[in-house]
C-alpha cells in the first residue's frame, strides 16, 4: 500500500514529515511512503500578519484541499498551525510524542562575562526599548507583563531566516519554539527557556499531527502505532479549551496542559487584549476526562470576564 503524505516545503516541515514517513516505514505498514510538497497560502505572506488574511489557517488550507481530491493520503502539521476547528471530512486521527513546548528567547548580544541566563531572569537581560521579534501576539503579552517598555518587530520566515534578521541586527531578541530549533540541530542558539507553567505556549506547541478523511478507517488501524495517547489527552484538552473560547486567531491566549506525577491532567490557560488587560486560569482532573476540562476552563475563564477581555482586541 502506497500511503502519499503532503507537506509543507520548509526545512522544520520536511523534517517532521520525514519523521512521520520513517515511522510509517518502521511499523512495517508500507515501504512506499513518498512525500507530496505543498505551497500553503501561509507560505506566501511573508511581509504581513497572518491574523489580517485569516490566521493560522493559512498554512493547512492547501493541504486540506490535496486530501479532498485523494492527491495525498495524510497531511502532516505542526499542530499549533491546525485551527480548532477543521472542515468536518477530516480529523486529527494522529499526534506524534510531544516534543519540547516550551518558548525561547535569544539575544543578539551574548553573555561574555559568563553569567547563566534561564527561565528566571532571562528579562533581566532586556533593556527598556529593546526590539524583540515576535509576531505572535501570545508571546507579546506574555513578555509584556514580564518586562515594560519593549518594542515588538513583525517577524516571519522560516527558522534560518529568523535567525539571521537577528543577527543582521535587526532586533535585540527574538523569541521561537524550543522544537523547532531543536528538530532543526540549532538549540545552541538558546539562550533561555521559557517555563511553560507561566510563560504558556501556543496550543498544540511542539507536536506533531496527522491530519486525514474521516472516512478513511483503514488508516486508523495503519496509523495507531504512531499515536501517543498521553499526548492526544494533553493537545486536545487545550484545543477544546480554546475552541470553547471561540477567540480566533487574532487574540493573544495560550493553553498548556502536562501530565502531573500523580497521573492528573493540569490545563492552564490565558487570555489577554492589546490593552494589557490579563486572566489566567487552571484546573486539574482525570486524563479520561481531558475534554470536559478544556470545556470547563473555558467556562471558568468566561465567568471571570474573559470574553470581555478578548472583545478589547478588535477595538
Known amino acids: 500500500m502506497k500511503i502519499k503524505i503532503g507537506t509543507r516545503g520548509s526545512a522544520l516541515a520536511l523534517y517532521q514529515a520525514n519523521l512521520v514517513r520513517d515511522l510509517i516505514i518502521k511499523n512495517a505498514v508500507t515501504e512506499d511512503a513518498p512525500l507530496k510538497i505543498i505551497k500553503t497560502s501561509g507560505d506566501r505572506i511573508l511581509n504581513a500578519s497572518l491574523s489580517s488574511f485569516g490566521g493560522k489557517g493559512l498554512f493547512v488550507k492547501e493541504i486540506e484541499d490535496a486530501l479532498e481530491s485523494n492527491d495525498i493520503d495524510i497531511a502532516v ?13 477530516f480529523k486529527i486521527g494522529v499526534v506524534i510524542k510531544r516534543d519540547d513546548p516550551r518558548d525561547c ?4 548580544e551574548k553573555q561574555e562575562n559568563g553569567e547563566k541566563i534561564d527561565s528566571k531572569n532571562f528579562v533581566s537581560f532586556l533593556r527598556s526599548g529593546s526590539v524583540i521579534g515576535t509576531s505572535s501576539l501570545r508571546r507579546q503579552a506574555l513578555l509584556s507583563r514580564a518586562k515594560g517598555g519593549l518594542k515588538f518587530e513583525p517577524l516571519r520566515g522560516n527558522v534560518e531566516t529568523r535567525l539571521k534578521k537577528l543577527r543582521d541586527g535587526q532586533f535585540d531578541a527574538i523569541i521561537l519554539s524550543s522544537s523547532g530549533l531543536i528538530r532543526l540541530g540549532l538549540s545552541q542558539n538558546i539562550d533561555a527557556y521559557l517555563n511553560p507553567l507561566s510563560f504558556i505556549p501556543q496550543c498544540g506547541q511542539g507536536v506533531i499531527a496527522i491530519e486525514y478523511k474521516k472516512s478513511r478507517h483503514d488508516l486508523d488501524e495503519i496509523l495507531f502505532p504512531l499515536n501517543d495517547r498521553d499526548t492526544m489527552v494533553c493537545v486536545f484538552a487545550e484545543r477544546e479549551c480554546i475552541k470553547a473560547l471561540d477567540c480566533g486567531c487574532a487574540s493573544p491566549v495560550g493553553a498548556y496542559a502536562h501530565i502531573k506525577g500523580d497521573g492528573r491532567l493540569n490545563l492552564r490557560c490565558f487570555v489577554s ?8 486560569e487552571e484546573l486539574e482532573g482525570k486524563t479520561e476526562d481531558f475534554k470536559e476540562i478544556g470545556k470547563f476552563l473555558a467556562l471558568s475563564l468566561i465567568e471571570k470576564g474573559a470574553l470581555g477581555i478578548l472583545s478589547k482586541n478588535y477595538s
Open 77 to 89: 502539521h505542526s499542530l499549533k498551525d491546525v485551527p480548532q476547528v477543521i472542515p468536518y471530512r
Open 273 to 280: 487584549n492589546n490593552k494589557g488587560e490579563f486572566l489566567e
Open 105 to 108: 528567547i535569544i539575544f543578539r
